[in-house]
């Protein structure tokens, strides 16, 4: 079945920084990837869709000079939290659907947990 | 645009019974409904889903059941299994690579051994 791999897992990482979160998926092409935060014990929140060779289109209130989105690939798209805040700690999940397949599902990675000290 | 309700937010049941989690949606145009399950620290799996233009599905222990004229469907789970606590998610979507899925807000399920 089709895959997506999310990586790192895990990463800490001081205030300040910036931290790149990569999504592929391993056995489908993926023109469209959709990126999730997830705070404890709550559904899953729509940050924004990566388009693959365009810009990605954000939820309202979620700020894209913050959370920046590339999809440079039909199999790679990559979240970079940029000048990361504690408030930014969270599980980040991405998500694609097989872009040759109509109806298809939507398959996500295992997500990244961002611990902002 | 769509708005999914999921409920209960919370559900225990003893190993062996049955277990029913149910949504509603509110675009008529919506089409596509899957389940996902999440495990702690996870991303969510999908467990099955169903399409506008069958009524009900099933595969082993899960079944998931569509009523289009009252937009809703359901998720039943029988003869649980402790491996069955996760928390689900119901989910709606308008056939097409591009749209976004709505989500439901989660029901958290204890399997009692």
């Known amino acids: 079945g089709a895959v997506v791999s999310q990586h790192p897992s895990r990463v800490i990482c001081k205030s300040g920084t910036s931290v790149k979160i990569e999504c592929r998926s391993l056995d489908f092409q993926a023109t469209t990837m959709f990126w999730y935060r997830q705070f404890p014990k709550q559904s899953l929140m729509l940050m924004a869709t990566?388009?693959?060779?365009?810009?990605?289109?954000?939820e309202q209130g979620v700020e894209k000079d913050k959370f920046l989105i590339n999809h440079a690939s039909l199999t790679l798209s990559t979240l970079t939290v940029t000048s990361a805040h504690p408030e930014d700690s969270s599980f980040y999940i991405c998500?694609?659907?097989?872009?040759?397949?109509?109806?298809?599902?939507?398959?996500f990675g295992n997500g990244t947990r961002l611990t902002v000290t | 645009g769509e708005n999914v309700e999921q409920h209960p937010s919370t559900l225990s049941v003893q190993e062996g019974d049955s277990a029913v989690i149910k949504c509603t949606y509110s675009d008529s145009a919506s089409n596509y409904f899957p389940w996902y399950k999440q495990e702690l620290g996870k991303g969510p799996q999908l467990i099955i889903d169903?399409?506008?233009?069958?009524g009900e599905k099933k595969d082993q222990r899960i079944a998931v059941t569509l009523n289009k004229t009252a937009k809703h469907f359901s998720l039943h789970i029988t003869e649980t299994q402790p491996e069955d606590s996760a928390v689900y998610f119901c989910?709606?979507?308008?056939?097409?690579?591009?749209?976004?899925?709505?989500f439901g807000t989660g029901t958290s399920l204890t399997v009692i051994p």
């Open positions: 998500s694609a659907r097989d872009g040759q397949e109509n109806n298809s599902p939507l398959h």
């Open positions: 169903i399409r506008s233009n069958v």
């Open positions: 989910a709606a979507s308008i056939g097409n690579t591009g749209n976004q899925f709505y």
């Open positions: 990566s388009n693959e060779g365009s810009k990605a289109t954000y």
